[in-house]
């Protein structure tokens, strides 16, 4: 069975702090990769994909893919208190009709 | 470009009931997959849909059941509702099927409470 594992949390750290978020999972297939955000009460957002290994840049986060040792990390600089929430990570493997495949989630706490 | 939207927001129900929820996804978009989200858990894939055809089920039983319309909106029914059927019920709508980089866009969730 396809899965992907997310430590649950909750991770506490200070404003400004850079925050590093796992993901690994057990699909050698997996193709592409997805880090979402939820906020307490509402619905997940995208953040981010990725699908070739290395890095991916967006503002103040960057999504690394390593296909090798099987995970997928989104790293988040100068955090600020707005970026506290659960980040989902997701994946798409090649079979099962393309259907994402979620992890359980991080709740992450930025204090100020 | 309205995002995806979904009725009813919160419905409360009793053991026994049935439901249907509601889906209308982004302009253009024809995929609309369907999730259960409870306290600590992942999203809980339930169905996708695609031009009508439901492409992919996950495993949940029978009483969770669903449909798409021409025009792309969905609807899932869930019978004989249970306490543990309580959940946020999300659904996600994407341009297409599969494929890569096929992003989904989530709705704000229907918050369903069975007592």
């Known amino acids: 069975q396809k899965e992907v594992e997310q430590n649950s949390g909750p991770l506490s750290v200070p404003e400004g702090a850079i925050v590093s978020l796992n993901c690994t999972y057990s699909d050698r297939g997996s193709q592409s990769f997805f880090w979402y955000r939820q906020y307490s009460g509402k619905s997940p957002e995208l953040i981010m994909f990725?699908?070739s290994n290395g890095d991916k840049e967006d503002g103040r986060f960057t999504a690394q893919l390593n296909k090798a040792s099987q995970y997928v990390s989104l790293l988040i600089r100068d955090s600020q208190p707005s970026d506290s929430a659960t980040y989902l990570c997701?994946?798409?493997?090649?079979?099962?009709?393309?259907?994402?495949?979620w992890g359980a989630g991080t709740k992450l706490i930025i204090k100020p | 470009k309205a995002g995806v939207t979904q009725t009813p927001r919160y419905l409360i129900k009793t053991r026994g009931q049935q439901v249907t929820l509601s889906c209308s996804p982004i302009s253009g978009h024809r995929s609309v997959s369907w999730y259960q989200q409870t306290p600590g858990q992942g999203l809980q894939f339930l169905f996708e849909?695609?031009?009508?055809?439901?492409?992919n089920k996950g495993n949940f039983p029978g009483r969770f059941s669903g449909r798409q319309f021409s025009n792309s909106r969905s609807e899932m029914n869930v019978s004989t509702l249970e306490l543990g059927d309580s959940a946020l019920y999300l659904c996600a709508s994407s341009l297409r099927a599969g494929g890569e980089l096929n992003e989904q866009f989530f709705g704000p969730g229907t918050r369903l409470t069975v007592l």
């Open positions: 990725i699908y």
């Open positions: 997701a994946l798409r493997p090649m079979d099962s009709n393309y259907q994402l495949i």
């Open positions: 849909y695609f031009s009508e055809t439901q492409r």
